[in-house]
């Protein structure tokens, strides 16, 4: 995971200097990347400077008034007790200054609301993307292409804020800011974005973009950005969502509009995903491909890039909702694979997938999406967090432990892991806690038991 | 019952204290003694939250997680709101109202004193309802003090113990609301007209109409939350057609009208210190009073600027924007009336002065970073980061707790008979608006840099910042310890307090000997208006 983060930061070349740029000490407000965020910092700062004139003024009045008007110094207590001229005077000024304040805010609002362009025309949006707040992940789903995916914290910060983990955190590169997958848009581009959420109530904000907006169940939210800089721009859930709030970060990768089409293509599959290695200046590939191998199995993605055009694509696709069509497709296919794809002597002869190969894959998903409740030794933090350990749904009978994960358990924290992972990400790690913690049922979950459970 | 007990035993006793604990403060009727109760529990309850401020700024002290969960972490930042709103800021003022409003409008006592008892006594059972939560299954409430669905549904049982010991907390401050504006409506000495009464009292008045206004708008909150919890119903559940933002709309409705709740007695307090110490009339007194009558109407126009992140209508947001900023004309009108107290006095800087001036001072800055979050656009930034906690912290710790604690070392002869210790309460003031101000001011700089508030771990590169405000959170912690001594030293003993206590300070207080005697003004006769309190009215 290290080795991989290295790579893509390496090759990222450009976007290096922006990500340390955003881990920089701050102390005000970003101007951001945006036309919309330079007018958010502007606003930010000419309303702090008035209120530190206005402060002066009051300060000053203050410590000259204790300075001069004590009686130590023998002064005489004035009698005045109201004064209707400065009243007044201290009234009106006040409404001035907010009128004053209040035209930019007003104007600011209407172009979130609205945005139009300096001639006043009505500005058209180029692409959606759909965000949606899980506890505690991010999706993003490019509605105009049909693809998406789960965003989550890094396996080293995860492993790394665990109490007790004996990792110095300042060691971990953006520690609590980096995530597998990251968003991936344009530069030049308006991009709308819409947000809800499947749980509870989350809100998305990149600091950098100028403004946050609440991701609400049973709500679609809308905000817009067009970002001029290419970049790599960190945020984090800033609405209370429960225990891990503070582990769901936003991590948006701006890539000039060609580097964006090459990497969507790739996502697409339209293009064979092997990249020579001179492409180094365009980052957007590398990263995609580091990118690609986070989010599914990597024996997967390394099919994926031995394989035509249709493999690459049902790949990509596994990993949106709608894993269920394709799935049979794809063990098809995969057997294919594996005489194309060296060192992968896994696969069972019945076309499933081996013990071996499911612990691993599971070790790894149960890692990035199980352990932040169930701890790494599966003791959970019970009664809220259940242990895995002495749980009888992981001892006892397969099917209902397969039920519970793929389709959580309303009311707790448990989510239906079964719309928001690839079948073989859910077989597998059903697997793996069945085969770990002291468990040895040796059941062997196949991704096909999970579709079928979804039909 | 206790009345006969307190007959048969008058000629021991002057001042016909009931005797025995029972008598004396369980079944206790005298405004003094539930004020005096009002105050220890209020106290004690500031204590408990601000050790879960510890906890909360231990854990934050560095990044990475050293001490406790993320889980218990969310549990302490809800209860350390909940602790600190309902059981210390808010019960420390009806404590100061009922042990200053009667004496200071010439009352025996409160207008309903049976009542006033019941109105304390629900206290301390709705915090162990309310602290119980943390021996359960599940632990105490972690979803916030905002308490938004669907977040804190997930609470498992300790939901239905929160939203009773809401239900219990609610009915206790409407209660002393009614009392306390019964009071002040039939209770003034025949001569003293609404614009003879000091600012305290006037301010009280003020806070008890919000408080009968608010509290049913929050009870009708939560017990839709335990409806959709434990019933099906579906409020605020999206999936069964209800509204998750609705709760917010409503939960601020009170919410809002809450946070004035929380800051006018604090006016009230410092527009009784400030002419006190400065030798002059308050100024502008009557302007004072519309001020806060006018900050009381905003407070319930303006309550969906916590929520500009939601996604709001255009003309929703902008119009919240602009009642928002109204607020700033006459909370600028109090502070410059301060000003002009001070002005061209001839100030001594006694401990209550002292804690007042850094009240104006610092609730200043705390109105400063409210302006600029008035502003729609720029909020979508400071929303829920540092930024706003430290926004309602400065106004809450070195504004409303700074306002009680001067109220304390005004009063404090007056209750106790007393002085307290000068040297040691000039040291307790410096301690603290130092430690404050190192404690909260880098949260205004964490904020701005993209901390969101409410997370147990953070960045590494917030991590100077945090340390600083965790430094500056445990020697705060510690003056408030060393705030307890103070009082309880004043309390057993010290220089013998003269009925005046300070030098030509106004108000009915000042009339009777120190410590109070059990019961004052017990006679319905005229008293001398030109001791009151109150400002010139031409």
């Known amino acids: ?455 | 019952m206790s009345h006969d007990i307190t007959h048969d035993e008058l000629s021991q006793d002057h001042d016909h204290k009931p005797k025995g604990f029972v008598n004396r403060w369980l079944l206790t009727t005298n405004h003094k003694d539930i004020g005096t109760m009002y105050l220890v529990f209020a106290l004690a309850m500031f204590i408990l939250g601000g050790s879960m401020a510890m906890v909360i700024r231990l854990e934050l002290f560095q990044p990475g997680l050293q001490f406790v969960e993320p889980f218990f972490f969310n549990q302490m930042t809800t209860m350390h709101a909940l602790f600190m709103i309902f059981g210390a800021v808010m019960p420390a003022f009806v404590g100061l109202a009922n042990w200053m409003v009667p004496m200071m409008i010439g009352a025996p006592d409160m207008a309903l004193p049976r009542l006033n008892n019941f109105s304390f006594w629900l206290l301390p059972f709705a915090f162990v309802v309310l602290a119980s939560t943390f021996f359960m299954p599940g632990g105490a409430p972690a979803g916030g003090w905002t308490m938004y669905p669907p977040l804190v549904l997930q609470g498992g049982q300790n939901v239905a113990f929160l939203v009773f010991a809401v239900h219990l907390m609610g009915i206790s401050s409407i209660l002393g609301a009614i009392n306390i504006i019964a009071t002040i409506v039939n209770m003034r000495a025949p001569n003293v007209g609404y614009l003879n009464m000091p600012m305290f009292v006037w301010t009280w008045l003020i806070t008890a109409f919000l408080l009968i206004l608010v509290m049913p708008v929050l009870a009708g909150a939560v017990t839709m939350l335990l409806t959709d919890r434990y019933f099906g119903t579906s409020f605020f559940n999206a999936a069964g057609g209800g509204d998750p933002v609705m709760f917010q709309h409503i939960f601020w409705f009170f919410g809002h009208p809450e946070v004035y709740i929380m800051i006018l007695p604090s006016f009230g307090i410092v527009s009784e210190i400030i002419p006190t110490f400065a030798r002059k009339r308050l100024f502008g007194y009557v302007s004072m009073v519309y001020a806060t009558a006018a900050i009381a109407f905003l407070s319930f126009i303006v309550w969906a600027h916590h929520m500009f992140s939601v996604g709001m209508p255009l003309g929703g947001q902008l119009y919240f924007m602009y009642a928002t900023m109204l607020i700033a004309v006459p909370t600028g009108v109090k502070v410059f009336n301060w000003l002009a107290t001070m002005w061209r006095g001839a100030m001594t800087f006694e401990t209550p002065m002292l804690f007042s001036i850094a009240f104006v001072a610092l609730f200043t800055i705390g109105g400063f970073s409210g302006v600029m979050m008035a502003l729609a656009p720029v909020d979508l930034q400071y929303h829920d980061t540092y930024f706003i906690v430290a926004h309602f912290h400065y106004v809450l710790v070195p504004g409303s707790v700074f306002a009680i604690i001067a109220a304390a070392y005004y009063w404090l002869p007056k209750w106790t008979g007393h002085m307290y210790d000068e040297r040691l309460g000039k040291i307790h003031f410096w301690w603290s608006a130092i430690s404050v101000n190192v404690l909260f001011f880098p949260q205004h700089f964490l904020g701005l840099a993209g901390m969101p508030r409410r997370i147990p771990d953070y960045s590494t590169q917030f991590a100077e910042f945090n340390m600083w405000s965790s430094i500056g959170g445990f020697a705060f912690g510690l003056a408030q310890v060393f705030f307890v001594y103070i009082v309880i030293k004043t309390v057993r003993g010290g220089q013998k307090a003269t009925s005046q206590v300070w030098e030509d300070a106004k108000g009915l207080e000042w009339t009777v000997p120190s410590p109070a005697p059990h019961h004052t003004f017990d006679e319905y006769k005229p008293v001398d208006l030109n001791r009151m309190a109150h400002g010139d009215t031409h």
């Not at chain 1, 296919?333 to 002597?345: D, I, P, R």
């Open chain 1, 1 to 455: 995971m290290m080795k991989k983060q290295t790579k893509s930061g390496l090759l990222a070349g450009g976007l290096l200097m922006s990500g340390m740029a955003s881990a920089e000490y701050g102390l005000n407000l970003p101007k951001g990347v945006s036309d919309y965020s330079g007018q958010v910092y502007d606003m930010h700062m000419m309303v702090l400077w008035i209120c530190v004139v206005i402060g002066i003024g009051v300060f000053g009045a203050m410590f000259y008034t204790i300075f001069a008007h004590r009686k130590s110094k023998g002064v005489e207590p004035a009698q005045f007790s109201h004064s209707t001229t400065v009243e007044i005077i201290w009234t009106a000024i006040p409404v001035l200054i907010l009128i004053a304040i209040a035209l930019p805010a007003t104007k600011g609002m209407m172009q979130m609301d609205s945005p139009r362009d300096a001639q006043g025309e009505p500005v058209t949006m180029d692409m959606t993307v759909k965000i949606t707040g899980y506890q505690w992940k991010w999706r993003y789903d490019y509605l105009d292409e049909g693809f998406g995916f789960l965003s989550t914290l890094t396996a080293d910060s995860n492993i790394a804020r665990q109490k007790g983990s004996g990792v110095d955190v300042n060691t971990v590169d953006n520690y609590l800011l980096d995530v597998d997958n990251p968003l991936v848009i344009p530069t030049n581009t308006n991009i709308r974005f819409l947000l809800t959420s499947d749980d509870v109530i989350h809100s998305w904000w990149v600091p950098e973009f100028g403004w946050k907006r609440d991701a609400i169940p049973g709500f679609i939210n809308e905000a817009w950005t067009n970002i001029k800089e290419p970049g790599t721009y960190r945020g984090q859930c800033a609405e209370l969502c429960g225990k891990d709030h503070g582990y769901m970060p936003i991590v948006v990768e701006v890539l000039s509009q060609s580097d964006y089409a090459q990497w969507l293509a790739q996502q697409n599959g339209d293009a064979v995903a092997e990249q020579p290695a001179t492409q180094n200046e365009s980052s957007g590939t590398e990263l995609t491909e580091s990118a690609q191998s986070d989010e599914s199995d990597t024996d997967m993605a390394d099919v994926g890039e031995t394989l035509p055009t249709e493999v690459g694509e049902s790949l990509t696709e596994t990993t949106s909702d709608e894993t269920d069509e394709q799935m049979s497709d794809q063990q098809a296919q995969e057997s294919q694979a594996q005489e194309v794809t060296a060192g992968n002597e896994n696969e069972q002869s019945d076309g499933g997938w081996s013990m071996d190969k499911l612990m691993a894959r599971g070790e790894e998903v149960y890692n990035t999406q199980c352990l932040a409740c169930h701890k790494i030794d599966g003791s959970g933090m019970p009664p809220a967090f259940p242990s895995l350990v002495d749980s009888e749904v992981v001892s006892g009978d397969v099917a209902k432990n397969i039920d519970v994960v793929t389709h959580g358990v309303s009311g707790t924290a448990m989510a239906p892991f079964g719309r928001m992972l690839p079948a073989e990400d859910v077989a597998a790690v059903i697997t793996y806690i069945r085969n770990s913690f002291g468990h040895e049922t040796g059941d062997r979950v196949q991704p096909a038991d999970i579709e079928a459970v979804l039909q």
